[in-house]
């Protein structure tokens, strides 16, 4: 009996010093302050805009959906939205394979190591490096810092530059062609056929401002990339008419007549006979020296 009780109380004791390191462990952990490892069940990144001539910058409103694959197709499992910061956080499970990232008018120009591009659809497969984290709430970014960068899609603005003479239609070469935006500005020039274009970026308004010399400058707000062509028409400057010429031309022959006129006055100043007692004495011969005539009296002589 008394072997039975010691045993009892041997095996109590046994189990109460278990509890206590059990405890005490966890309570070394808490102190430590490291959280248990769990199952993710968040995903948090951000997406950022690489507009043109600027550094990146957080957008906001960016669409952000997960998919769950469903046979050969997919199907949506949580929609989002980033914020003011260009963040987001989506909802996380074993079974959700894919991300996507929609604005209008932009287009993903890079993303993180853990996603991976599949074809032309749009979306990216989640590749986590681990399906654990502390808090479960894991950071779908690189230390970049960012999830996705974005930029606007690249449209087109092109067209043609001409002129009304009679009633015909005359494309005009070497226009000078210029559109600009709040962050862009390009400038070109018609070609023989009168004919511009330019790549910009989509999703923003341009203005477009044409000179060429002897025309009226033209402007215009409002321009969009787009598919179709733009046809522009210049005015000529008006011309003031003498004598049939308009003004340039008729500037340029009265300036070559003043030159004719100055050549031949200054040609008579340089060829004027001198005067005498009223009469015009002409000059032509030849200049002779005192010692010459002396010399020729003496042979005379």
């Known amino acids: 009996m008394t ?4 045993g009892l109380a ?42 043109a001539q600027q550094d990146r910058v957080p957008i906001e409103g960016v669409e952000v ?11 949506q499992y949580e929609v989002t939205k980033t914020d003011e910061n260009g963040l987001f956080r989506v909802t996380y499970k074993t079974n959700v394979k894919y ?28 590749a986590l490096k681990s399906e654990s ?34 009633n015909s239609i005359v494309l005009l070469d070497n226009a000078t062609v210029t559109i600009t935006s709040a962050s862009l500005m390009l400038t070109t020039e018609t070609d023989d056929s009168g004919y511009f274009s330019f790549s910009c970026p989509s999703g923003t308004v341009y203005q477009i401002t044409i000179s060429a010399p002897g025309f009226v400058s033209y402007t215009e707000a409002g321009l969009e990339p787009s598919q179709t062509s ?30 004719v ?25 030849p200049e002779v020296k005192a010692e010459d005539l002396v010399e020729e009296e003496e042979d005379e002589y």
């Open 3 to 6: 072997q039975k009780v010691l």
């Open 261 to 285: 006129l100055i050549a031949i006055i200054t040609i008579y100043f340089v060829k004027r006979p001198e005067s005498a007692d009223s009469v015009a004495i002409i000059n032509d011969l």
């Open 133 to 166: 984290e502390v808090g479960g709430v894991h950071d779908l970014f690189d230390d970049a810092g960012y999830t996705a960068l974005i930029s606007r899609s690249i449209g087109s603005i092109f067209g043609t530059v001409a002129t009304e003479r009679g």
């Open 65 to 75: 959906t997960t998919w769950i694959p469903v046979g050969e197709s997919y199907q």
């Open 99 to 126: 991300i996507s990232f929609k604005q209008e008018e932009y287009t993903v120009k890079g993303w993180c190591s853990e996603l991976v591009k599949t074809g032309e659809s749009g979306l990216y497969e989640i």
């Open 230 to 259: 733009y046809n522009f028409k210049l005015t000529e400057k008006e011309h003031t008419i003498i004598f049939g010429l308009d003004l340039t031309h008729t500037l340029e022959l009265f300036g070559l007549l003043i030159l």
């Open 10 to 51: 041997l095996a109590s004791l046994a189990i109460l010093s278990l509890a206590f390191f059990v405890c005490a462990a966890g309570t070394d952990a808490a102190e430590d302050g490291d959280d248990p490892e769990s199952p993710i069940d968040y995903l948090r990144g951000y997406i950022y805009d690489i507009p």
